[in-house]
């Protein structure tokens, strides 16, 4: 028998997407499924749509929005899978999404996680921006997809259909061996949302596991459901979790060198947005900053056992993104030198 797996969707008043992707969803071909919808204390209609429509539907109800992170850890508490599938709500999937996915993580018992070919929905050609063909971090640990650099999304011509072990997969379609979630225990809640699942695959891969990117595999993601590019919310949590990360994951050695050069970078940034009139975006880089020292101690206290020496890492890029792109004008994943 196939093993088990739960496709879990996280929603708040969502139930415009989940009009919409739901449907595929259900009509997934693979034997041993359940489809669950995780609500965080919506107060539209979405809950009483899916139990009314989708009667096969599971509906686990949150006590209030959790956000992200802790909104999938209270929800998957309540869930028994061999694997979880974290499905974000405004995502479409072919019928054969989930088969070639998990065998490939059932042929390695160190493969603790994985993520299909994550395209764009109003595209199909494109690569999306959250997730593409697998994540990567950069010297600095800059996160940026095989397939999209920044800005810089590719066409999907087949240039990255190979099976690649990668830094983290995209919480926007993140498959995970349920004992491997239990045991590296879910996600941060302190994060809230965003970058939650490069933590996650870093702790992973911090215990020994392989992160990688099944090309054959692909779903359709809208992109910015929850928070759009343009919010300066978003700004502010990327650079405050992105700080976060650091600190919990890089050996003592190295976290204090790479977190004082990235507040280099991030003043980059923020000057740069002051250039281009982006005030707000400006001032969450500053607030991300000092939110990052006020949790010092707290992210601290919750720094990985192990932390295995960066550069040792799969999915580490030997140099910096942001000079690669912005100085080298280099836009592909494909033209970046080094070893990856």
Request: include cysteine; charge should be positive; proline fraction near 4%.
């Amino acid at each position: 028998m196939k093993p088990s797996v739960a496709v879990v969707i996280l929603n708040w008043n969502g139930k415009r997407l989940l009009e919409k992707f739901l449907p595929s969803v259900v009509k997934t071909n693979y034997p041993n499924l359940q489809v669950v919808v995780g609500d965080n204390c919506s107060d539209d209609d979405s809950v009483a749509f899916v139990k009314t429509n989708y009667p096969m539907v599971k509906v686990l109800r949150n006590n209030r929005n959790y956000g992200f992170a802790e909104g999938y850890n209270k929800i998957l508490a309540q869930v028994k899978a061999d694997y979880y599938v974290l499905l974000n709500s405004d995502v479409e999937v072919p019928e054969n999404w989930i088969s070639p996915v998990i065998d490939l993580m059932e042929s390695d018992r160190k493969i603790a996680a994985a993520q299909p070919k994550i395209k764009w929905q109003l595209d199909k050609t494109q690569y999306e921006y959250a997730g593409a063909a697998g994540g990567f971090l950069d010297k600095y640990a800059f996160p940026f997809c095989r397939g999209r650099i920044f800005d810089a999304v590719e066409v999907d011509t087949g240039q990255y259909d190979d099976v690649k072990e990668v830094f983290w997969a995209s919480g926007a379609a993140l498959f995970i061996k349920s004992e491997a979630w239990k045991a590296v225990g879910g996600l941060d809640a302190d994060l809230f949302a965003h970058m939650e699942e490069i933590d996650l695959c870093w702790r992973l891969k911090n215990m020994g596991y392989k992160v990688m990117f099944c090309p054959d595999a692909e779903v359709y993601h809208v992109g910015g459901g929850s928070l759009n590019a343009t919010n300066p919310f978003k700004t502010f949590l990327n650079f405050r979790n992105n700080l976060i990360i650091m600190q919990k994951n890089l050996p003592k050695n190295e976290v204090f060198q790479m977190i004082f050069i990235r507040f280099f970078i991030d003043l980059a940034a923020l000057i740069h947005f002051l250039f281009k009139g982006e005030t707000k975006f400006a001032w969450a880089v500053s607030k991300a900053h000092v939110d990052f020292f006020r949790r010092l101690k707290q992210s601290n206290r919750k720094r990985t056992a192990v932390q295995i020496p960066f550069h040792e890492h799969v999915g580490v890029l030997p140099s910096s993104i942001v000079y690669n792109y912005f100085i080298k004008k280099i836009k592909r994943f494909s033209h970046l030198t080094g070893s990856l």
